[in-house]
């Protein structure tokens, strides 16, 4: 290994390039990527909460509480792409325009030549016609913002709203029992990016939208044993096994969140509206959805009119269709970024465990505890790892099991802790 520097002659060639600063103006990053811009002027967020609830305690110390969780965003930070080729300038086709796509990208004279020599695609004689057509021309740049855009600026135009129910349901620990539980209605909708560049942004089901989540947690003291229902005359080694043992659960439960299709989505306008698909996850006949089979029907992601695509030799083809189904730039999005019922996997974790106190001396006690954690061995996969890219041949399942799993397998565990 050779250093070209250390600590007391950190730059041996004595040169360092001096900072730009504002020095270029207007021509800083001309012909290349200028990234994301903020603008100065841009107004302050504004989140309002409101809550109300009732409650009631019955007797045995239970208590019932009913109550309401509201939120509004508005003026919310949001990218908006800059440079995109106008609406007028795109096809009307639902599949990939061949032709369109020829015009945008046919080579036409570049009235730039010579004047972005660190840009050589856009220094030459000639440029594509899709780059002349952006807003901003002098800059190489494109795409949505979500999904690879690189100039785009922040605005405040996004906005979201979120309503809740939650309902809760407690009691004490009194009598060798205690229970906490709850169950959340919830509906969260959010505008954070535009179908397309020229429109306002998408209303759609949010990102982190989970409209249904069952919470439990109990601790139990087993009726047998010394001063319990049964067993109190036990001898003090039956009562050492047997008696005294207290038992904990805690379960969740929650629905998955929406799947997000950021890049531009084929689906057969035959088939009406993709809002009407809904995803199925698990056990299946003998087959896993999501892994083994994909979650949701595909059938119109292959599709034109309600017939498939066929290969040369007139064979009904899937992926393989990617010269119909990869939509280009002169593509209009109609498919939306999220579907009410396309999500990914619902989320349940059940813990419990037993624990027995044992009293050696005055001042000695000794605690033995066996838990299992995840105890129905449940998987639950990474959402990062579903392809959502229709070109591809495990489109909507799980790719790359191995390292895709987020919840450990069952684990069983046997500890005893001494207290002196």
Not at 315 to 344: C, E, H
Request: glycine letters at 10%; one cysteine or more.
């Amino acid at each position: 290994m050779t250093f070209q520097g250390n600590l007391s002659n950190p730059i041996p060639s004595g040169q360092l390039l001096t900072p730009v600063g504002s020095g270029q103006g207007l021509t800083t990053n001309l012909g290349n990527a200028p990234g994301n811009v903020t603008v100065a002027d841009r107004v302050n967020p504004e989140y309002w909460r409101y809550s109300f609830g009732i409650e009631r305690q019955f007797p045995g110390d239970f208590l019932v509480e009913i109550s309401y969780l509201g939120q509004r965003g508005r003026h919310l930070p949001i990218l908006e792409t800059v440079n995109y080729v106008p609406q007028q300038f795109r096809t009307q086709n639902p599949v990939r325009d061949a032709a369109a796509e020829t015009f945008l990208s046919q080579v036409v004279s570049n009235p730039f030549v010579g004047l972005t020599p660190d840009s050589p695609g856009s220094n030459g004689a000639t440029i594509a016609r899709r780059r002349l057509l952006y807003q901003h021309p002098q800059f190489e740049a494109s795409g949505i913002c979500t999904g690879g855009g690189t100039f785009c600026t922040e605005t405040d135009n996004g906005s979201n709203f979120y309503h809740g129910m939650i309902f809760r349901a407690d009691k004490r620990f009194t009598h060798g029992f205690m229970l906490m539980s709850s169950y959340t209605w919830s509906r969260m909708r959010e505008k954070v990016t535009p179908l397309n560049p020229w429109e306002e942004p998408e209303e759609r089901v949010a990102a982190v939208d989970r409209p249904h989540r069952i919470t439990f947690a109990s601790v139990a003291e087993l009726p047998v044993g010394r001063d319990r229902r049964w067993g109190g005359n036990w001898s003090p080694i039956v009562d050492g096994i047997l008696g005294g043992w207290q038992f904990s659960a805690k379960f969740e439960w929650q629905v998955g969140q929406p799947l997000v299709f950021n890049n531009n989505t084929y689906f057969d306008p035959a088939c009406g509206d993709p809002k009407q698909l809904k995803a199925h996850w698990g056990e299946d006949g003998g087959v896993f959805r999501g892994v083994d089979v994909p979650v949701i029907d595909l059938t119109c992601f292959y599709t034109l009119q309600n017939q498939p695509f066929r290969n040369a030799a007139g064979q009904p083809v899937t992926f393989q269709a990617t010269d119909q189904i990869v939509l280009g730039q002169s593509n209009i999005r109609t498919f939306p970024t999220t579907l009410p019922d396309v999500r990914f996997m619902n989320h349940h974790l059940l813990d419990f465990g037993l624990t027995k106190n044992f009293r050696i001396r005055d001042r000695v006690r000794v605690q033995v505890r066996i838990e299992a954690l995840n105890a129905t061995n449940y998987t639950l996969f990474g959402v990062g790892n579903v392809t959502l890219a229709s070109n591809d041949a495990t489109f909507m399942k799980v790719s790359n099991i191995d390292s895709s799993t987020v919840m450990k397998p069952r684990d069983i565990q046997i500890g005893a802790r001494v207290t002196f």
